[in-house]
């Protein structure tokens, strides 16, 4: 008996040894690191979740995760929902979250903070939201109807958060992209058409009105001039007056062949100067060719972003970069990533992890 026992006992433990082990349990963890600076996070895609390697590697490198789609207005929005009721209520607005839900689930399970991305934007948001009866084909509602749908879309996405959730979305982009890219301060959307240029505002009002107490509130964009970052700064001031942002999210999408060290420096300057929280939403450097001085060049990239982060830590939230590989990006073919599509680290996730070693 004794001897079945002992048997059983070193074949479990030879299977454990035996056992792969996690991908990147072997890794210096990126969360670990910069604990008490500030979290670290990847934006995720609904397909990810059923895949274990790459669910480990986000448990051991990431304490905050962001969906990449299917946060946003185009999954939420439950169009036929909507227009059903708006029969009786031009301004009613139904929410589902069955495409964020393996993302949700995996964060509640694992103790992972959300980010959710993004409640108003130009773009990735049905038609229908602004017209008559949810029917595109039918002229715009009014700015009053518009502003009912959105106080109801608000409302309808963070009950149910909180009472399905709660505690696990943190913060929110409550706007994404709102700047024009050119001169002008807004983009023209459907945004500005229905509602008027203080869409942007009444956003911000409706989310504070709304988010569970604590809710960090950003605006989230791009910066590809310093035009566009002032004009930016000059929308984030006059939400700051009214009391209703906590944060500006900076969404980094750069290249080895695109913005200096001086430069991006800078551009964190400035922002920090708004004495508000940052975020560095999007975080990705891309490539034409994965040379290994472009490599190189990335690697020294993802290190000087993590040494601003740090010396901006006392207004840093987080630093999440938008894809866990290479072969999960939207810049197909850009190797913009920490890992490649295998789930390997590149230079630029050792230059993440230890900055002060890259030269
Ligand atoms: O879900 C449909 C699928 O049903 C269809 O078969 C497939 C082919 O048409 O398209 C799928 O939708 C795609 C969606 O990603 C989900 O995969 C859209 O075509 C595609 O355009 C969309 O791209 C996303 C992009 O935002 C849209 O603007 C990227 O994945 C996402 O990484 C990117 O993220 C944005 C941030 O939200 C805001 N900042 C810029 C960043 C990069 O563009």
């Known amino acids: 008996m004794m001897r079945t026992i002992l048997s059983l006992a070193l074949c479990v433990i030879f299977l454990l040894l035996c056992a792969p082990a996690a991908v990147g349990e072997d890794l210096p963890s990126l969360k670990d690191i910069y604990a008490g600076s500030f979290d670290v996070g990847v934006a995720l895609p609904r397909g990810a979740f059923s895949d274990k390697?790459?669910?480990?590697?986000?448990?051991?490198?990431?304490?905050?995760?962001?969906?990449?789609?299917?946060?946003?207005?185009?999954?939420?929005l439950d169009v036929g929902t909507s227009r059903a009721l708006s029969r009786t209520d031009e301004t009613a607005a139904a929410v589902r979250f069955d495409a964020a839900k393996p993302l949700l689930d995996f964060a509640k399970a694992n103790g992972i903070k959300?980010?959710?991305?993004?409640l108003v934007w130009h773009s990735q948001t049905p038609e229908e939201f602004f017209?008559?009866?949810?029917?595109k084909s039918r002229p715009f509602v009014t700015r009053e109807v518009m502003l009912g749908r959105l106080e109801n879309y608000i409302k309808g996405v963070m009950g149910y958060l909180d009472r399905e959730y709660p505690g696990v979305v943190v913060s929110w982009d409550v706007v994404n992209e709102a700047v024009d890219d050119g001169g002008l301060l807004l983009r023209i959307s459907n945004w500005t058409k229905v509602v008027g240029d203080d869409f942007v505002h009444r956003a911000f009002e409706l989310a504070r009105k709304y988010a569970p107490e604590g809710t960090l509130l950003y605006y989230n964009d791009y910066l590809p001039s310093t035009s566009k970052l002032e004009r930016a700064c000059t929308l984030v001031e006059s939400l700051k007056e009214e009391g209703c942002i906590d944060g500006f999210g900076n969404q980094m999408h750069e290249s080895v062949t695109g913005k200096s060290t001086w430069s991006l420096t800078a551009e964190l300057n400035r922002i920090a100067n708004l004495g508000l929280k940052i975020r560095i939403s999007e975080l990705d450097i891309g490539m034409k060719t994965p040379t290994e001085e472009n490599l190189k060049k990335q690697a020294v990239l993802y290190a000087h972003v993590m040494q601003q982060a740090l010396r901006h830590a006392d207004q840093m939230e987080a630093v999440q970069v938008w894809g866990l590989t290479d072969s999960?990006?939207?810049?197909?073919?850009?190797?913009?990533?920490?890992?490649?599509?295998?789930?390997?680290?590149?230079?630029?996730?050792?230059?993440?992890a230890d900055p002060e070693s890259v030269q």
């Open 131 to 135: 017209h008559e009866g949810y029917d």
């Open 328 to 352: 999960m990006t939207w810049r197909t073919g850009e190797s913009p990533l920490l890992f490649d599509g295998k789930l390997q680290p590149k230079p630029a996730f050792f230059a993440a």
């Open 114 to 118: 959300v980010h959710g991305h993004t």
């Open 53 to 76: 390697a790459k669910m480990d590697l986000v448990r051991q490198q990431f304490n905050i995760i962001t969906p990449e789609n299917e946060m946003k207005p185009d999954s939420v």
